[in-house]
């Protein structure tokens, strides 16, 4: 049977549209297809406190953290993959921290979690992420917040508390030759953590706690608590606290009172958000926080070679260094790129990047040479948590505390 007229123009536009789809369908197939297609990016969750009263110490990591993932990023990311960093902003709250942790961990399903990075956020987050089989990258010093037992995809990059309390200690007992300590925080689990673990210590060092307490840190006059240290007979303060306006107030409050008392403590009485905070200059002398020889000058004012380096790439990425402190931007700058160096060598799967972090053997990071194995997820060294003088703070280093040798 013949085809009609209108069948047979049917059939020649449909072999026409064929044709012309197999020709573009040639020509799709032999151009380039765009690099940015390749590969899928790797999500790696970030928990900084970027605002809230304990932002100090986030401001300056994530200084580090940001520049780390743009220096991995532009240099052609890890296997051809770039890095997303997915942050939350904690506001310092341990709840907005938890809930922030559950959805990168449910909802963005990342990689890994960097963070949080004050202790009480992380007391409340660590668990979270425990039961949910998540990585976890930290710098926060309290002791439990890592537990390969209880923990076993949570490592810390930093120092713990029994390196800061038995650092700052010994300082006070040993070298100030101060028996009679006054030792204040504020009330957040990092400061009521840290009084529970140093008076101990100190007691077990041969000195006496002639003053013990935990202070709201919003409390805006402090001069009642500094006058029950000094009736006490207080040859020396020391305050555990990250937040800058608090440990100003103690400080400013020692000033006014002309009680010429050496403070020695937690990192942060040296930050310059607490500088900027004084009343006079002046009153930051005696003042010694704990800090890392790695970033702090030692003989003729230098920093070690490796520092160096990294300060000057700061410099040129023209990073503000005037309200933080530098151990914080390289705490910050080592952590994506422990996780970028694990998943290059190791795989990115969770488990892959755990495996490779329990044989890390001093991996040259600037804030430190980090050392994990199986049983144990502390990674900084014992002897590089010193104490320096606050009032030498320059480029976020210091100078090493009276008694220090180089």
Not at 146 to 151: A, G, I, N, Q, R
Not at 245 to 262: C, E, K
Not at 280 to 304: I, S
Not at 323 to 336: E, F
């Amino acid at each position: 049977m013949a085809l009609t007229d209108k069948a047979l123009t049917k059939k020649t536009l449909t072999r026409r549209q064929a044709l012309a789809s197999a020709a573009v369908a040639a020509l799709a197939s032999s151009l380039p297809k765009p690099a940015i297609a390749a590969k899928e990016s790797i999500l790696i969750g970030y928990l900084p406190a970027l605002t809230g009263p304990s932002s100090s110490t986030g401001i300056g990591i994530n200084r580090g953290v940001q520049l780390a993932v743009q220096e991995i990023n532009a240099a052609g990311g890890v296997d051809g993959r770039q890095i997303e960093l997915v942050s939350r902003d904690t506001q310092s709250d341990p709840t907005k921290a938890v809930n922030g942790a559950s959805e990168l961990a449910r909802a963005v399903k990342v990689t890994a979690v960097l963070g949080p990075v004050n202790s009480g956020e992380s007391l409340a987050v660590v668990p979270l992420l425990a039961r949910m089989n998540v990585l976890q990258l930290h710098s926060c010093f309290v002791d439990s917040l890592t537990d390969p037992k209880k923990y076993p995809m949570c490592f810390r990059n930093a120092s713990t508390n029994q390196q800061i309390g038995a650092a700052a200690n010994r300082y006070v007992v040993d070298v100030l030759k101060r028996k009679k300590v006054a030792v204040v925080s504020d009330t957040t689990g990092y400061g009521t953590a840290c009084v529970n673990a140093y008076v101990p210590m100190l007691k077990a060092q041969g000195a006496e706690v002639v003053y013990q307490g935990n202070i709201d840190a919003a409390n805006p006059d402090l001069k009642a608590e500094l006058l029950r240290m000094q009736s006490s007979g207080a040859e020396a303060i020391m305050p555990w606290s990250v937040n800058a306006g608090f440990l100003s107030r103690i400080i400013n409050t020692r000033g006014q009172m002309a009680w010429d008392v050496p403070i020695v403590g937690q990192t942060t009485l040296g930050s310059g958000q607490t500088k900027d905070l004084l009343e006079k200059q002046e009153y930051w002398a005696k003042v010694y926080p704990n800090n890392f020889r790695p970033v702090c000058y030692g003989a003729g004012g230098k920093l070690p070679e490796r520092t160096t380096a990294f300060l000057d790439r700061l410099k040129s990425a023209k990073i503000d260094m005037a309200d933080t402190l530098l151990w914080w931007i390289t705490a910050g700058y080592d952590m994506p790129r422990m996780i970028a160096d694990a998943i290059k060598t190791a795989g990115p799967e969770a488990e892959q990047i755990t495996g490779y972090l329990n044989k890390l053997n001093r991996y040259p990071g600037v804030f430190g040479d980090i050392t994990f194995t199986p049983d144990e997820h502390n990674g900084y060294p014992d002897d590089e948590v010193v104490m320096v003088e606050a009032n030498s703070l320059r480029d976020g280093a210091f100078n090493l505390a009276p008694g220090y040798s180089d």
